[in-house]
């Protein structure tokens, strides 16, 4: 008994516990994934059709803590010759600074991986500092800005290094 507890006990301090419950968005979570996506990119508010629209080509997932909506997250599929996925994670602001964006982005970059992705990218608002500097952390490297028409919030994408 003592050593097959000496074999699990104690854990490496490396390994990350999942906190978060991260769902596919179905019928019961769309709503909710279209809620955290339009507080957090305010200048593009999708509609639900639009969200149902995204269901059909990205990989759309919805997180919670225990029953809480915490984040949500879009991994657009590989494309392109270099097998390019973009991956972007989002939690709200009141959520933020617990871990939970990384361990959506783990979640979300092993996805992309596993579909094929032999390189990621990620979207960032400009005005999100939050997210910028979450990125820029995370060893991306911006590589192109679009700014919609009669907008003044470019939108940035970075790739991963
Ligand atoms: C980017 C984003 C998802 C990060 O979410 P988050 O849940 O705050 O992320 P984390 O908690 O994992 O990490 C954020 C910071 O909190 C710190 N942190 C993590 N756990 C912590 C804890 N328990 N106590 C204090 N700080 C903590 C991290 O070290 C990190 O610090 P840093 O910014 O100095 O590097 C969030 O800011 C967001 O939704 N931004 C807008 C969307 C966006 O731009 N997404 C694109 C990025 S892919």
Known sequence: ???????VWPMPL????????????GD???????????????SDPLSTDEVRERV???HLEVAYLGDVLVGCTTVRPPAGDA???TVIVRVLPAHRR??????????EVAHARTSGARAIETVVLASN??????????EFVEVSRYLPPED??????LRLQ
């Open 1 to 7: 008994m003592i050593n097959q507890l000496t074999l």
């Open 14 to 25: 490396s390994v990350a516990m999942p906190r978060l419950r991260i769902e596919p968005v």
């Open 28 to 42: 019961a979570t769309l709503e909710d994934w279209r809620h955290v996506h339009n507080v957090i990119i305010p």
């Open 56 to 58: 059909g080509r990205n």
């Open 83 to 85: 097998a390019t996925a």
């Open 98 to 107: 617990n871990g939970y964006g990384e361990e959506l982005y783990e979640t």
């Open 129 to 138: 500092a939050d997210g910028l500097r979450f990125a820029l952390s995370h």
């Open 152 to 157: 003044e919030d470019p939108f940035i994408t």
